[in-house]
């Protein structure tokens, strides 16, 4: 089992490489949300990102890292939907082919938002084993080179770019609270934190439906993934043996949250900040509005991982 | 007929009182925007601003501009609903009582917005009469200040002060657009860009079911308000004399847009700029996605003027 490191130091190259080609994205503060919450809460708002999510800064970095030889057959992969368009982006950044491995339940937002960049669509069955098998068959068969929505030393390191930019615009924040699927934005973003902030305490949040990260992490042992029943559909990747030796590492808890809380969360997020976000994204707020976490009294970062919403099928 | 001026240095004086008490609200530029329209458009997001609409800028100056004599009974205002709730605000802000008047019809978003600020709301029928007669009766038993929505050349300066900042973000403008109700935010802007940039275009948009400023503005005579009909319910109030008087001298013209175009531009920019923006804050990029307007190759500025939507009831 291979670990390559993430570190501050591969993270703040990550950063070299997709400055230009990402966007620095703001922090929000909202008065009506810190009274709710009796907290000061820091809003790093990667709805912003190009594509719409924070999956703009790993595909991008693990495109610009490979040789013009290896992306001489572009660049495959399998996901959900945002690394799928961010992937897209970066090849066509780089003037590469891109060839997106997709569930057939994928929102039409997120096919679009593929197809929008020059990304190649291919479809499957929603399950984890048909997506890998679709994907391994493209590479086997083209020498396309496979970037993997995490489990990538380099995919990880460009989303922990994330807690460089907050940590540098809000130095002293006592948590820091992040959402957890697959663990790349997790871990990368923890490594980050921690190196800059030794004293932050890292929270990643996962919903119920889709808990393997919780499980794994209490037991100590990496839990196979269940069959993942949860709206929140940016999370329901299982953590890799890399992404779940870094978050033991560096992750300070993890706590689940309901479907019913994520759905509430999004809409007051919407509500008061005045921002689109998507269910996913919503879940680490989901845990200080649910009460799951104790922060009063504190400076809270919060990572809001997304915006790419059907606008036709909102949740409420 | 009374015009007390307003200019940019009743802008800039107005800049100074509402500093601290209201937000300087961002700039967003959106790359497939750029591309849609040809041109590089900036947009001023003005639901940002405190209690999530511009109106808190022409609020506070008013409230911040009265003597704490005038204010010993609190204030009062008719309004269909952001006025109202920045209006209330800004009198906790200076601890004094505020009394809304609010048609019936208002939108739950809205209602809830005036008594979350703590203001009192009193309901009359959806007529501009109606409002004015409780409104003025309110006045004349209590002694209280009364701050109408857009007719008050402190509420225009406030107001105007939105054009200050986008020209000094973004100094070379070739277009301004914003939307056109009862005037207020139409007339301060425009006096406040044309004094920065004399060479700007100032193009004031108006639904067309709610078209009597374009009618005014056209025929050179204020016309009287009728029966308005538009989704665009921020923006169903008429021009004053004072209003009217600012645009003609300040305005370079006036279009119109369906409420269709409304609705496909509210999705459009909800879409990709992933912010929440209300009906009538849509109108003036309506008039550039409906190609009423010729702006390619050009810099356009667009305000944004609002995002306080009810979640509910999306109009799409």
Chains 1, 2 share one sequence.
């Not at 368009?85 to 060839?99: F, H, M, S």
């Not at 008061?272 to 009460?291: D, F, N, R």
């Amino acid at each position: 089992m291979q670990h390559p490191d993430v570190t501050l130091e591969t993270i703040r190259a990550a950063r070299e490489r997709i400055a230009g080609r990402t966007r620095r994205t703001p922090v929000f503060e909202n008065e009506t949300l810190n009274e709710l919450a009796g907290a000061q809460l820091y809003f790093k708002c990667e709805n912003f990102q190009a594509g719409g999510a924070f999956k703009a800064r790993g595909a991008t970095n693990a495109v610009f890292a490979l040789s013009a030889g290896e992306l001489r057959a572009g660049v495959v992969t399998h996901s959900s939907g945002n690394h799928g368009a961010a992937l897209a982006r970066a090849a066509r950044l780089r003037g590469v082919r891109a060839r997106i491995v997709m569930p057939d339940n994928s929102s039409r937002a997120k096919l679009e938002a593929v197809r929008g960049f020059g990304g190649e669509v291919l479809l499957c069955e929603p399950t984890l084993a048909a997506r890998e098998a679709l994907a391994a068959q493209l590479v086997a068969d083209s020498g396309a080179a496979f970037v993997h929505p995490y489990d990538d030393p380099r995919v990880i390191a460009g989303q922990g770019t994330i807690g460089l930019e907050l940590l540098e615009e809000v130095p002293e924040l006592d948590w820091l609270l992040l959402p957890v699927g697959g663990g790349g934005l997790a871990s990368g973003v923890a490594v980050a934190a921690k190196a800059m902030r030794p004293t932050i305490r890292v929270v990643a949040v996962e919903p119920i439906g889709a808990d393997d990260a919780q499980r794994s992490f209490s037991s100590g042992v990496l839990s196979p993934a269940r069959q993942p029943a949860t709206i929140a559909d940016g999370l329901r990747g299982a953590l890799s043996a890399r992404t779940f030796d870094l978050i033991r590492r560096h992750v300070d808890a993890i706590v689940t949250v309901s479907d019913e809380a994520i759905v509430q969360a999004m809409r007051t997020l919407w509500q008061h900040l005045k921002i689109i976000v998507e269910t996913s994204a919503a879940v680490p707020y989901a845990a200080v509005q649910s009460h799951q976490l104790e922060v009063s009294g504190a400076r809270v970062g919060i990572i809001l991982t997304g915006g790419n919403v059907d606008l036709d099928e909102l949740p409420w």
